[in-house]
């Protein structure tokens, strides 16, 4: 499932010449920073939840239309015990979204002459986890996530967002404390979420984006 969400993302970024947009950027550069939860698994015996502050993120999104685009991604998320923070995981992920500009389709840009918006987002990401406990070996996880983008735009070039999203990881051996969930090799789906603020820079010699013209 992540595979093909990821090809299929990369095939249309790749081909992005087919359609073009006249008078409108459709590139954007875009940051987070936030919160990330750790729903399960981990062990119920720390003092933790092992969520906090710890998320960042960078993309870079191409819109085939107004409404339809991809966005190639980059995730970290850091999993660690409170107080102290040498329990835990790290994850790093890549991977590519499904992006939806569910603000144009319900007319909510048109209604604050373009001054707020809400994109919604399909996401597959391959992820490398390691351990912060240094005996355990790293592990390669797929994680598929769903979100929302509430946006407020600053100018042309330049908007405010924040974002929700909620992640599947299909398989793990490592629960967010970073030490096995079994003895053997047996994996778990595991779910967290990412609740996050930033920026979004539009790219392009155009003086209007797609996202809201």
């Given at each position: 499932?992540?595979?093909?969400?990821?090809?299929?993302?990369?095939?249309?970024?790749?081909?992005?010449?087919?359609?073009?947009?006249?008078?409108?950027?459709?590139?954007?550069?875009?940051?987070?920073?936030?919160?990330?939860?750790?729903?399960?698994?981990?062990?119920?015996?720390?003092?933790?939840?092992?969520?906090?502050?710890?998320?960042?993120?960078?993309?870079?999104?191409?819109?085939?239309?107004?409404?339809?685009?991809?966005?190639?991604?980059?995730?970290?998320?850091?999993?660690?015990?409170?107080?102290?923070?040498?329990?835990?995981?790290?994850?790093?992920?890549?991977?590519?979204?499904?992006?939806?500009?569910?603000?144009?389709?319900?007319?909510?840009?048109?209604?604050?002459?373009?001054?707020?918006?809400?994109?919604?987002?399909?996401?597959?990401?391959?992820?490398?986890?390691?351990?912060?406990?240094p005996q355990f070996e790293s592990e390669k996880t797929n994680i598929i996530g769903l979100g929302i983008t509430p946006q407020y735009r600053i100018n042309n070039k330049i908007a405010i967002v924040t974002d929700f999203t909620y992640?599947?990881?299909?398989?793990?051996?490592?629960?967010?404390?970073?030490?096995?969930?079994?003895?053997?090799?047996?994996?778990?789906?595991?779910?967290?979420?990412?609740?996050?603020?930033?920026?979004?820079?539009?790219?392009?010699?155009?003086?209007?984006?797609?996202?809201?013209?």
């Open positions: 499932m992540v595979k093909k969400i990821f090809s299929i993302a990369l095939f249309l970024f790749c081909t992005s010449t087919v359609y073009s947009q006249f008078n409108l950027n459709n590139v954007s550069l875009e940051l987070n920073y936030g919160y990330n939860g750790a729903i399960q698994p981990y062990n119920k015996q720390f003092n933790s939840n092992f969520s906090g502050f710890n998320h960042f993120e960078v993309g870079l999104r191409y819109m085939f239309t107004e409404n339809v685009g991809t966005k190639l991604i980059f995730k970290s998320d850091k999993f660690v015990n409170d107080p102290g923070g040498v329990i835990g995981i790290q994850y790093n992920s890549i991977g590519a979204s499904f992006v939806y500009n569910a603000g144009k389709k319900i007319g909510l840009t048109y209604l604050t002459r373009d001054n707020l918006g809400v994109l919604i987002h399909l996401d597959g990401s391959i992820g490398f986890a390691n351990s912060l406990q992640n599947i990881n299909l398989k793990q051996l490592y629960g967010f404390d970073g030490y096995p969930i079994h003895n053997s090799k047996l994996s778990e789906t595991g779910y967290f979420y990412n609740l996050s603020i930033g920026l979004i820079y539009y790219i392009g010699e155009n003086r209007y984006h797609s996202d809201w013209f």
